[in-house]
């Protein structure tokens, strides 16, 4: 497993998580890298991303204002702060290696990381 996701739980709505991801194999200090989830029944998608260097980020429309994506590639860690948590953001949550240093809902993905689940419920 190059990357691993960790940091998730049960919390109610309007809670706050941190989510975080590392790589044993300096991947997250050298690509773009981008969190995804994948509620259950349904498609995989994009959450958040970051470039590089961390200069830029991009959200999806829905997480925009409560999720922040960040990164600290001297420790090889990718984070992202969920704060006024909702049910519909239940999901398992992934993060990812980006093709592209862009900061982007589009890139294709290089390395998956094993995902964490997140339950937001009173």
């Known amino acids: 497993v190059q990357l691993q996701a960790s940091g998730g739980g049960l919390v109610q709505p309007g809670g706050s998580l941190r989510l975080s991801c590392a790589s044993s194999?300096?991947?997250?200090?050298?690509?773009?890298m981008g969190w995804f989830r994948q509620a259950s029944g349904k498609e995989r998608e994009f959450v958040a991303s970051i470039t590089r260097t961390g200069t830029s980020t991009y959200y999806a429309d829905s997480v925009k204002g409560r999720f922040t994506v960040s990164r600290d590639n001297a420790n090889n860690l990718l984070y992202l702060q969920m704060n006024s948590l909702k049910p519909e953001d239940t999901a398992i949550y992934y993060c990812g290696a980006l093709k592209y240093d862009s900061a982007t809902s589009s890139s294709p993905v290089n390395h998956w990381g094993q995902g964490t689940q997140v339950t937001v419920s009173s």
């Open positions: 194999r300096g991947i997250v200090s050298i690509y773009a």
